[in-house]
């Protein structure tokens, strides 16, 4: 394989480092494959120019239109797999690893796209929550809304996952409209400037929205302003010298950091051998140690076991561990390749020699090379402590790489205390088939964790499993492992993203967020509202209908046809009784029938299906005798495409004293 000579892009332009460039070496051969550097870049030009023209660019659109833009450069990744693949062995990593990294990345941004388009308006403004009354007469109020940040989220990523550590970050940050500078680890950031080349050759990505550093960083932190996001993935000692930078704390930037985190997986104490549950922590902590080569932020670090099995434990582990085929990870049924560099190699040994003063290694050997040659191999090393509460090492060292320590616990209480002396960790796992035992559990630790999974004969099967960050769920940790959040669907969006609490009149707040706000105006249209398209219809427009009454036998005929004979609407004496009725009352389904019966335009037409119904409420009863009306607004509306889109319209339906009877949101399915 020839040198790589890897490129930054700063500003459009490919651009090469000047000065000194550094060697990268293959983890599996040890031979150079690439240079890289950083030198001349001009940081406060590169901040600058993501401002001035990619924010801009991307506040242009609409969310959807950016998640159009994610789903674009999901599929051009899928459509280059293979270029990524073949790089992605020189970082030690199998097939299943790359696959992780390479397809779990596009995975994550084909998951924002499809969540935009289904949960994020097809506007600029992001709703925060209802409005918020905040006058007598309804002419005062309060909305909360989200609008883009207009600085450049910062990536600082960890060398482990080059493609998907970088995907992760761009799926929300693109989605909320904020413009992104990546900096990858060094020693396998040639694999994400071959996925950057990729995206930027789709052509889809507006000028200024992606730039990419491949060295060190320099001044850039000096520029940083309020507008901008620091996302770190690393060390803790790394995220604490970029966390104190004195910018950081000036100008209040945001800073989001997933660091160290000693994860723990916990054996219940009703799942002993022979049981499914024993048998799926085995396989699981086996799993975690040797998938990445145990280069996961979420690999299971502290295997805690009941102290009466923690010899079953061992056996099995042990036997489990010794089975794994380690080497060139592009052989045939190798199933673990090599750490990510020479350097990781040492670190790791390291760590597990000061492991070892307080735990004893029981399965693997840390300083013979399993593989021949000058690979980052290591052998998956099982250690042992009978004393956890008497070792603060195996609580707080990393080892970064296939190490596990396995450790007793006496009961419950024993065994959530030590899960949380890990003093926050981005994930957990609990293995029983006792929910009293899982809610205990979660109760006592579930402040310490940011993820937990419970698996049992039921789940484990269709599980994604102990070390797996879904983009749907939050991703991060408190304490040790950063305190930051990521992904977690449209929550991850947010953090690129400020709050308002914006205040003012039902009407102007209405404009603003592009919706229909109880107290706005509701003009009346030209024609029946569901005579018009997406397209030609104006938020508010409102029709208000004619009034029916609702007699004792329409009552009496609903109930019968519905089987419905509720004692409020057909039974006088218990009727009248009651403390809320006070006598018998139309039923809130025949009201709702009615409602529409009231406000359906019949015909065929730009109305394709009623799809839902949301918020209901019934606030006053209906009696025999009194007399109906609905008023119908077009409270927001989202054309998904060509041939389709949503409708929400706004019910309110009125008795003859102008009293609120129901209030609902109607969803509708309309052509654009
Ligand atoms: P580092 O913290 O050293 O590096 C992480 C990122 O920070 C890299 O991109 C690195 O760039 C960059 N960086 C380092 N120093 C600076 C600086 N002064 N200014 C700007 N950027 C900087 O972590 P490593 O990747 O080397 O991993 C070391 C250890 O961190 C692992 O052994 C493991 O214990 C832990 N780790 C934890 C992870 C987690 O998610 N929990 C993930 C990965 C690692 P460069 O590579 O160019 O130095």
């Known amino acids: 394989m020839k040198t790589l000579k890897l490129l930054n892009y700063a500003a459009d332009q490919w651009v090469a480092g000047d000065g000194g460039l550094a060697p990268v070496h293959s983890a599996v051969t040890g031979e150079v494959i690439a240079e890289t550097g950083s030198g001349g870049l001009d940081f406060a030009a590169m901040l600058d120019h993501a401002r001035r023209v990619g924010g801009p660019a991307l506040r242009r659109m609409t969310f959807h239109e950016r998640a159009h833009v994610l789903k674009a450069l999901a599929n051009a990744v899928m459509a280059r797999k293979e270029e990524l693949y073949e790089l992605s062995y020189a970082t030690g990593a199998t097939r299943g690893d790359g696959w992780i990294d390479i397809e779990g990345g596009a995975g994550t941004l084909f998951s924002f796209s499809s969540k935009g388009r289904r949960e994020l308006p097809n506007g600029k403004v992001l709703i925060d929550g209802a409005m918020e009354p905040l006058s007598k007469g309804g002419t005062f109020a309060g909305q909360h809304v989200y609008t883009p940040l207009q600085g450049v989220a910062v990536y600082i990523n960890a060398f482990n996952f080059p493609v998907w550590g970088m995907l992760e970050k761009l799926g929300p940050t693109l989605l909320a409209g904020m413009p992104a500078i990546v900096k990858p680890a060094s020693a396998t950031g040639y694999l994400t400037e071959a996925c950057v080349r990729i995206m930027i050759e789709a052509g889809v990505l507006p000028p200024g929205t992606l730039q990419l550093i491949m060295g060190a ?19 803790a000692a790394t995220a604490m010298k970029l966390q104190s930078h004195p910018v950081i704390a000036q100008e209040s930037v945001r800073f989001v950091s997933e660091r160290d985190s000693l994860n723990a997986s916990i054996l219940g104490p009703d799942a002993g051998p022979g049981t499914p549950e024993f048998d799926l922590f085995v396989k699981e902590v086996a799993r975690e140690m040797t998938v990445k080569a145990g280069q996961k932020c979420t690999a299971i670090r502290r295997a805690m076991a009941p102290a009466g099995h923690l010899d079953a434990v061992q056996a099995a582990l042990s036997e489990r561990l010794a089975k794994v085929r380690i080497g060139d990870p592009r052989e045939e049924g190798v199933q673990m390749g090599a750490l990510a560099s020479r350097g990781q190699l040492e670190d ?5 020699a000061e492991l070892a003063q307080s735990a004893r290694i029981v399965s693997g050997d840390p300083d013979t090379s399993p593989v021949p040659g000058n690979g980052a191999f290591i052998a998956p090393i099982l250690l042992r402590s009978d004393d956890p509460w008497g070792s603060d090492a195996v609580h707080d060292v990393e080892a970064f790489g296939p190490v596990s320590t396995l450790m007793p616990y006496r009961d419950l209480g024993d065994a959530i205390a030590l899960a949380n002396r890990g003093m926050g960790s981005l994930a957990l796992s609990l293995f029983t088939f006792d929910s009293d035992t899982a809610r205990d559990f979660v109760l006592g630790a579930g402040a310490y964790h940011g993820r937990m999974v419970i698996l049992d004969r039921t789940s484990a099967k269709e599980s994604t499993g102990h070390g797996s960050p879904l983009p749907v769920l939050v991703h991060g940790g408190p304490g040790r492992a950063g305190g930051g959040e990521e992904m977690g669907g449209m929550r991850g969006v947010k953090h690129y993203m400020q709050r308002t609490a ?71 004496e218990a009727a009248k009784a009651s403390p809320i009725f006070g006598g018998r009352v139309a039923h809130g389904y025949l009201i709702l029938s009615f409602a529409a019966g009231l406000f359906v335009d019949p015909d065929p037409g730009p109305v394709l299906a009623n799809t839902g119904l949301e918020t209901l409420r019934f606030m006053t009863p209906l009696y025999p005798g009194d007399s109906m009306r609905v008023e119908l607004t077009v409270k927001s509306k989202s054309i998904r495409d060509e041939e389709k889109g949503e409708v929400r319209w706004a019910v309110e339906v009125f008795n003859q004293k102008d009293e609120i009877v129901a209030t609902y949101e109607l969803i509708t399915m309309n052509q654009p």
């Open 217 to 235: 960083t320099g001044d850039l932190m000096d520029h940083l302003t309020c507008q901008d996001v620091v996302s770190f993935t690393g060390s």
């Open 502 to 572: 914006l205040q003012g009149s039902p009407e102007v707040l209405s404009k603003i967020i592009g919706q229909w706000l109880p107290g706005a105006d509701k003009p009346a249209g030209d024609v029946h509202p569901f005579r018009k398209r997406i397209s030609e219809l104006e938020i508010g427009t409102t029709l208000k209908t004619a009034s029916r009454t609702v007699t004792l036998a329409d009552i009496e005929h609903f109930a019968h046809f519905t089987g419905d004979t509720f004692y409020a609407h057909m039974d006088d």
């Open 348 to 352: 790791v040994r390291a760590k597990v």
